[in-house]
């Protein structure tokens, strides 16, 4: 197939006496997460290190880069999807996973198997102490590695690894890709990156690559004109969502594309709100940057793949009697996207919110964005120890003249709403990916029982 990996790494060996039970990814789970300890230390020294005691997989496959401040783990989502309709294999690499942690790796819609996270994460330990690595290095530096070698033992075709956080620093950006993707530029993680959108933006820049393509979302006239500068200094092209790929609603949830050379009429959308449609634009304008590159697409992958496309927790009508969505509307533009589509896109009587927010967020302005369409507001936390308390969130809501019931574990939250949820009225879940990840696994555990 056009543009596979020209070489595979050896199989993994098996180490003696491994016997990939239960527990051994219960182990393995524990000593992932206890890598956290770490917390978020930004660079690619410790994860280059790593990836070069278990063999440089990253150098034995082609990858995109997915970057920005929303919508890159829907438009990663819409990429894979239609480019497994055109049958290759695919890997991707998301963050954070909403239930389990093997969300976080699937090869063509496939989550990694926990015996093979027990597997590789016992192999490349054994590696990582032998290389003699002493620096504390991170859990997303490891997963980050342990994706790489997962698609490279898989032999996949293309590799497709959502930032984690920034860019310039963040553990994926050890790959050299085919190209770059910056979905859009907004506040987040300001303590990070950055109080302004420059600096966000030259901080989600640092993915640009030395003559690989950008494409991009990000509308702000002054972060344009930087991404240009970039683009030009470095000899890459970049391509505009807006002016080089561009699409237009066609009703029902369909949309009409133009793009470089393709033009694609009544596209369903699988996934809700408006501002999908934009992050379908720019995995189509992917696929034409792809076809330059060897990879062709077909007009009916490209309309299957959008029409199959699916990605939990964002705006997901997880249930229809009664009307509950998720959203891990987690910043002030998520906010923004999802107040916009509570307002155009679904009917209600009521609204009734369950919120939980992380702490290290924009709370006031998520609040200020979501609370006036209240009419019931249920503030709650899910289980970590980055969620604001509930009372924190009563403080912070109080200057927008709105009263709020606390309920401090998150099951009791859901089902306070759910009992107060009428036919007509909706039940929305949001603030955070962690709250509905947690939401949407009672939600379906819910069910079952």
């Known amino acids: 197939m056009a543009g596979s990996a020209a070489g595979v790494l050896r199989p993994m060996p098996k180490r003696k006496n491994q016997s990939n039970s239960p527990n051994d990814y219960s182990r393995s789970l524990d000593y992932l997460y206890g890598l956290q300890k770490f917390g978020m230390v ?10 070069e005691a278990i063999g440089n997989p990253h150098e034995e496959i082609q990858t995109i880069h997915i970057g920005g401040t929303n919508g890159k783990g829907s438009t990663a989502a819409m990429m894979a999807s239609i480019l497994q309709r055109e049958g290759y294999r695919i890997g991707l690499y998301t963050s954070p996973h909403l239930i389990r942690f093997t969300e976080r790796i699937k090869v063509n819609g496939v989550e990694i198997e926990e015996k093979e996270v027990a597997g590789l994460t016992a192999w490349m330990r054994e590696r990582v102490e032998a290389s003699g690595i002493t620096d504390p290095f991170t859990f997303f530096d490891f997963t980050t590695a342990m994706a790489l070698l997962y698609f490279s033992q898989r032999r996949v075709d293309l590799a497709l690894l959502e930032v984690g956080l920034g860019g310039r620093l963040d553990s994926t950006n050890v790959i050299d890709p085919l190209f770059s993707i910056v979905t859009n530029i907004a506040k987040d993680h300001e303590e990070v990156l950055g109080r302004s959108l420059l600096k966000i933006a030259q901080e989600k820049a640092g993915i640009i690559k030395q003559g690989k393509p950008l494409i991009t979302a990000a509308t702000q006239p002054r972060v344009l004109e930087l991404f240009a500068k970039l683009c030009r200094k470095k000899g890459a092209p970049l391509y505009r969502v807006g002016k080089d790929f561009r699409c237009e609603p066609a009703g029902d949830g369909d949309l009409h594309y133009e793009g470089l050379r393709r033009k694609l009429w009544g596209v369903h959308l699988n996934l809700s709100g408006s501002h999908q449609f934009v992050n379908a634009t720019t995995a189509l304008g992917a696929m034409e940057i792809l076809e330059d590159l060897g990879y062709p697409v ?21 249930s229809t009697l009664p009307r509950v969505v998720l959203d891990g509307a987690h910043n002030p533009a998520g906010a923004g996207v999802l107040r916009e589509a509570l307002e155009n896109e679904y009917s209600y009587d009521r609204l009734i919110f369950v919120m939980g927010i992380m702490k290290d967020k924009d709370i006031r302005s ?28 009563v403080r912070t809501l109080g200057i927008h003249g709105k009263k709020a019931e606390i309920i401090e574990t998150l099951p009791q939250a859901i089902e306070k709403g759910l009992s107060m949820t009428r036919k007509k009225d909706l039940l929305c879940i949001t603030g955070s990916l962690y709250t509905v990840g947690e939401a949407r696994a009672y939600l379906l555990s819910r069910r079952r029982s």
Do not use: C, N, Y
């Open 298 to 318: 077909s007009a009916e992958a490209m309309v299957e793949g959008l029409g199959e496309v699916q990605w939990p927790g964002r705006l997901e009508m997880i």
């Open 42 to 51: 930004f660079g690619l020294a410790q994860v280059s290190k790593i990836l």
């Open 366 to 393: 998520i609040l200020q964005t979501l609370v006036p369409l209240a009419d019931h507001i249920i503030l709650s936390r899910p289980h970590t120890e980055r969620a604001s308390s509930p009372a924190e969130l």
